[in-house]
């Protein structure tokens, strides 16, 4: 599973998550450190408990949303939308291919008969499921 985020400087990164437990916040001692001024020292943590993996909110002073909701404790489910202050993450089972694999994608596409509005149609369908 992998977290996904846009950090402050507009780049999109990606986090894998294993089997070891994470912590996410502004201080330099969590796994994954956030800029986010509305965001606690450590925010919140994720664990995999039997296969699944589940999120706890740290006493932060601001709480922690999943796809809207106040959490303390929730599962996480592909799809998912973890929010800490301003900072939206996504929780994942994929990997977003980087510019140069997308663009040999839409080429191949293209070599195969396919027209530029189709395959922009095709994107835009997908990302709304």
């Known amino acids: 599973m992998l977290l996904r985020y846009v950090d402050d400087n507009g780049k999109t990164v990606e986090y894998k998550l294993g089997k070891d437990p994470i912590t996410i916040g ?3 001692e969590a796994d994954i450190v956030i800029t986010d001024e509305k965001a606690s020292r450590l925010h919140c943590g994720i664990r995999v408990w039997d296969e699944d993996y589940f ?3 740290l006493k932060s002073r601001n709480g922690t949303q999943v796809n809207g909701k106040s959490i303390e404790i929730a599962q996480l489910h592909a799809g998912d939308k973890i929010q800490i202050g301003s900072t939206v993450f996504a929780f994942t089972s994929q990997k977003v291919p980087g510019t140069n694999t997308a663009l040999r994608e839409v080429e191949k ?21």
Do not use: N
């Not at 596409?109 to 709304?128: A, H, N, P, Q, W």
């Open 109 to 129: 596409e293209m070599e195969k008969g396919k027209g530029y509005e189709t395959i922009l149609r095709e994107l835009v369908d997908t990302s709304d499921s």
């Open 55 to 57: 999120i706890r909110d």
């Open 26 to 28: 502004r201080a330099a």
